[in-house]
Nanobody
Framework: QVQLVESGGELVQTGGSLRLSCAAS????????VAWFRQAPGKERAFVAA???????YYADSVKGRFTISRDNAKNTMYLEMNSLKPEETAVYYC????????????????????WGQGTQVTVSS
């Protein structure tokens, strides 16, 4: 079992920056694929970014060039650095994790992930 706890969400102005963290409990964090999703009010939870167990990074088109996902396996933690934030990016941000299962890693699909955090609120004021 893996437990995930997000932190770092807060109120920020348009154009501002934030760094979210996701701390994982349990062993073998380094062997997990991990990702960030976000859910705005009244909308579906949407993929933001993912990083595979071996360090491959994937991003939603809307955040490429502004967001950076990273992980520190020694600290069992992953991060999402967000720059040039926009009001429409106001949402609850969730981290997710899954063990390597073999086959294709569908990094942007919610069903791919077995473990989820409780979320952290990011509010971007206009």
């Amino acid at each position: 079992q893996v437990q995930l706890v997000e932190s770092g969400g807060e109120l920020v102005q348009t154009g501002g920056s934030l760094r979210l963290s996701c701390a994982a409990s349990g062993r073998f964090f380094s062997s997990y694929h991990v990702a960030w999703f976000r859910q705005a009010p009244g909308k579906e939870r949407a993929f933001v970014a993912a990083i595979s167990w071996n360090g491959n990074r994937y991003y939603a088109d809307s955040v490429k060039g502004r967001f950076t996902i990273s992980r520190d396996n020694a600290k069992n933690t992953m991060y999402l650095e967000m720059n040039s934030l926009k009001p429409e990016e106001t949402a609850v941000y969730y981290c997710a994790a899954t063990g390597v299962k073999g086959g294709t890693y569908y990094y942007d699909r919610k069903y791919e992930y077995d473990y989820w955090g409780q979320g952290t609120q990011v509010t971007v004021s206009s």
